[in-house]
Structures are given as structure tokens and as C-alpha cells.
T-cell receptor, first 114, second 115 residues
């Protein structure tokens, strides 16, 4: 079974621009979460989507947004990019039935803001 | 609120030596606990999980961890280190009553293995 895929893998943007990152979960997984990883702040939760609805949100400004499509694929958008948004953005998916709680991560999208 | 503390940002061992990576958690409700490993330029791979069943949990690649409620710890061990174990390791917690939602991660421990 294919794992979580994220596109693109690398991205360079200029301050003030906006960016959209894509995540395709493992087949059958309906929950998708996004995390930001930086050397200073470590791994931080952005938001979780299930059945096209945002269920949980971390402590990030409104410039960070996301959505989920009917096939469970998810996108996250960052508007008005700042230098501090440079990070590895990780997507994770999980089963939502039964007693399973682990999340499976994709390889990430490395965003560099110049 | 939940939090995770990983003692030691960098641990160095010799090949064949015991690996011990420390993780302590703070949680107001029973937690579920996880260890993930991250290799350079890759995402996170799940090593093992504790979800209130057996307190000694065995994972992939010979790793195991023991949940100790009295010590609020979930340390990761491996009896004999291999060069391929060199990576960054993250301990994570999620409250059991919100299982499957946001993971709270520790700052990570980089494991170096020398020959």
C-alpha cells in the first residue's frame, strides 16, 4: 500500500507570496493532519481535517489555512509568506475506525522563504 | 495541558552498545505515547506506540519502550546499536480522550553511532 505522498518536495518562495502544499493520505485514511517542523520550535501541530471538516487547530495565525477534498486529499495554504515560515511541512494520515491512533507521516515539503 | 521532555538533545553510542533515549511526559489525563524516528531529508516513521495495553512495548528495528506511570516516563531502548540507527528520535503524546488528534512532540534526540 502506498504511503502518504506530499507535493512538491521542495519549494522556494519570496516574502509576501502565497503557497499551496498538497498531501495525499494512505488509501482508506480519512483523517489528515499538518505539522510544521523548524529547528527552533520543533514539531508543531497546524490542523487536522476529517471528512472535509477542520476538527482541530493549532496555535498558528490565520495566514495558515487548509482544506480537505472528498477523496481525503488535503491542501494547506500559507498567504503573505514571512521569512519565519521557512520550515519542513509534514502531513500525516490515520485510520478513523477502531482502536488505532497512530499517525503516518509523509516525506514533507521543504519551504524556503527568501 | 500535555507536554513532552526529551532529556539529552544528542546521544552518542558505539556500535553494539545499549541505546537509551529518555522521554518524560506531563498529562492531566491518561496519555497515549509514541516514538518516531526521522532520517535526514525524510518524514517521521513510527517506531512503537503505547495505548494502555501492555506497558512494555516492542517496536520495529529491535526497539522497545516501557511505560512507567509512577515516573511519567516512556524511555526508548535497544540492546545493541547499529550504524543504521543514527537518526533523530521524537517522543510524542496525545491525550487518550482525544486520541488520534494533535500529537505533542518533544524537541528530539539525535542519536550518533560510532564504529
Amino acid at each position: 500500500k502506498a504511503g502518504v505522498t506530499q507535493t512538491p518536495r521542495y519549494l522556494i518562495k519570496t516574502r509576501g507570496q502565497q503557497v499551496t502544499l498538497s498531501c495525499s493520505p494512505i488509501s482508506g485514511h480519512r483523517s489528515v493532519s499538518w505539522y510544521q517542523q523548524t529547528p527552533g520550535q520543533g514539531l508543531q501541530f497546524l490542523f487536522e481535517y476529517f471528512s472535509e471538516t477542520q476538527r482541530n487547530k493549532g496555535n498558528f495565525p490565520g495566514r495558515f489555512s487548509g482544506r480537505q477534498f472528498s477523496n481525503s486529499r488535503s491542501e494547506m495554504n500559507v498567504s503573505t509568506l514571512e521569512l519565519g515560515d521557512s520550515a519542513l511541512y509534514l502531513c500525516a494520515s490515520r485510520w478513523t475506525s477502531g482502536q488505532t491512533y497512530e499517525q503516518y507521516f509523509g516525506p514533507g515539503t521543504r519551504l524556503t522563504v527568501t | 495541558a500535555q507536554s513532552v521532555t526529551q532529556l539529552g538533545s544528542h546521544v552518542s553510542v558505539s556500535e553494539g552498545a545499549l541505546v537509551l533515549l529518555r522521554c518524560n511526559y506531563s498529562s492531566s489525563v491518561p496519555p497515549y505515547l509514541f516514538w518516531y524516528v526521522q532520517y535526514p531529508n525524510q518524514g517521521l516513521q513510527l517506531l512503537l506506540k503505547y495505548t494502555s495495553a501492555a506497558t512494555l512495548v516492542k517496536g520495529i528495528n529491535g526497539f522497545e519502550a516501557e511505560f512507567k506511570k509512577s515516573e511519567t516516563s516512556f524511555h526508548l531502548t535497544k540492546p545493541s546499536a547499529h550504524m543504521s540507527d543514527a537518526a533523530e528520535y521524537f517522543c510524542a503524546v496525545t491525550p487518550a480522550n482525544q486520541a488520534g488528534t494533535a500529537l505533542i512532540f518533544g524537541k528530539g534526540t539525535t542519536l550518533s553511532v560510532s564504529s
